[in-house]
């Protein structure tokens, strides 16, 4: 019998709904799809990285949503504001990867930099994977580097017939 993988996918936490880590059940992988902010935020990440930190899980994924404003550096950097900081999605991209000796994987776009010191343009994400024998990726292993095409081709193509 193949192994059970349980998954906890959450999102749309908005730095107050973060549930209870106590009242979750144990999981393999969680997945957080992305708005761990209102509207960003470096205390807001910390925050949602703390809370991340607490639920009892091998691996922590979390995805960047549209209201995590400073992890969209190209958002960012077209709409700043007078009083806003240029640097602050290399901050914010920071706390996200400070996360990762805690078990928390952030699958991100790449960090553009500010006004005054611009790179190219974000690239997709993939998950990288070592040999095993189904082709899972393994939890000490995420990684987001690459193009698309490229990832659909390092994704290992699914069993074409099962045997019982």
């Given at each position: ?17 973060f ?22 935020g470096l ?11 607490q639920?009892d899980?091998?691996l ?7 209201h ?6 190209s ?12 640097d ?18 952030y ?17 997709s ?19 987001m ?12 193509s ?6 019982s």
């Amino acid at each position: 019998m193949a192994p059970v993988i349980r998954f906890l996918i959450l999102s749309d936490t908005h730095n107050s709904s973060f549930p209870d880590p106590t009242s979750l059940p144990t999981v393999d992988v969680v997945l957080h799809c992305g708005d761990m902010t209102m509207a960003g935020g470096l205390s807001n990440y910390h925050s949602a990285m703390s809370s991340l930190q607490q639920i009892d899980a091998e691996l922590k994924l979390v995805i960047a949503g549209n209201h995590d404003l400073e992890l969209d550096s190209s958002w960012w950097l077209t709409n700043l504001d007078e009083d806003d900081d240029p640097d602050e999605p290399c901050k914010a991209l920071e706390v996200m990867r400070s996360g990762r000796d805690r078990g928390i994987h952030y699958w991100r776009k790449e960090c553009i930099g500010s006004r005054s010191n611009p790179a190219p343009p974000f690239r997709s994400m993939r998950l990288r994977t070592r040999p095993s024998s189904t082709g899972t990726p393994l939890p000490t292993d995420p990684a987001m580097t690459g193009s698309m095409s490229e990832a659909r081709r390092r994704i290992p193509s699914p069993p074409t017939s099962i045997s019982s």
